[in-house]
């Protein structure tokens, strides 16, 4: 079984704070995230982003992937997923909040 890498944050069905939590987490080790998820995660995984970046790191830039996955459904037939891959950077040149 393959480990997986510290930088890569999984979205699931967590609170959207608990994945904002681990973002932070991987950051204090790794200068690059990277932010996954598939099908109906994708919205936490984007509201998880946004919230990392405008309430705790505001200097971070991002990439965004989106894909299609193939898989194979309850009845087994296969079927497509939409996927999203979120790649966030600390940057010293993004825009800082308002105020600031």
Same mark, same amino acid.
Not at 33 to 44: E, N
Not at 50 to 78: A, N
Not at 90 to 98: G, I, Q, R, V
């Given at each position: 079984?393959?480990? =997986?890498?510290?930088? *890569? /944050?999984? $979205?699931?069905? !967590?609170?959207?704070? &608990?994945? *904002?939590?681990? @973002?932070?987490?991987?950051?204090?080790?790794?200068?690059?995230?990277? /932010? =996954?998820?598939?099908?109906?995660? $994708?919205?936490?995984?984007?509201? &998880?982003?946004?919230?990392?970046?405008?309430?705790?790191?505001?200097?971070?830039?991002?990439? /965004? %992937? @989106?894909? %299609?996955?193939?898989? =194979?459904? +309850?009845? +087994?037939?296969?079927?497509?997923?939409?996927? $999203?891959? $979120?790649?966030?950077? !600390?940057?010293?040149? &993004? =825009? !800082?909040?308002?105020?600031?």
């Amino acid at each position: 079984m393959s480990e =997986k890498p510290e930088n *890569v /944050v999984y $979205i699931g069905s !967590k609170p959207i704070l &608990a994945y *904002v939590t681990a @973002i932070m987490t991987a950051f204090s080790r790794n200068p690059e995230v990277v /932010v =996954k998820a598939r099908g109906r995660s $994708i919205s936490t995984a984007v509201d &998880a982003a946004e919230v990392t970046r405008t309430r705790f790191l505001s200097e971070l830039t991002s990439e /965004v %992937t @989106i894909g %299609t996955e193939e898989m =194979k459904g +309850e009845d +087994e037939r296969p079927r497509n997923v939409s996927t $999203i891959e $979120i790649i966030m950077r !600390k940057s010293p040149e &993004a =825009k !800082k909040p308002s105020g600031s």
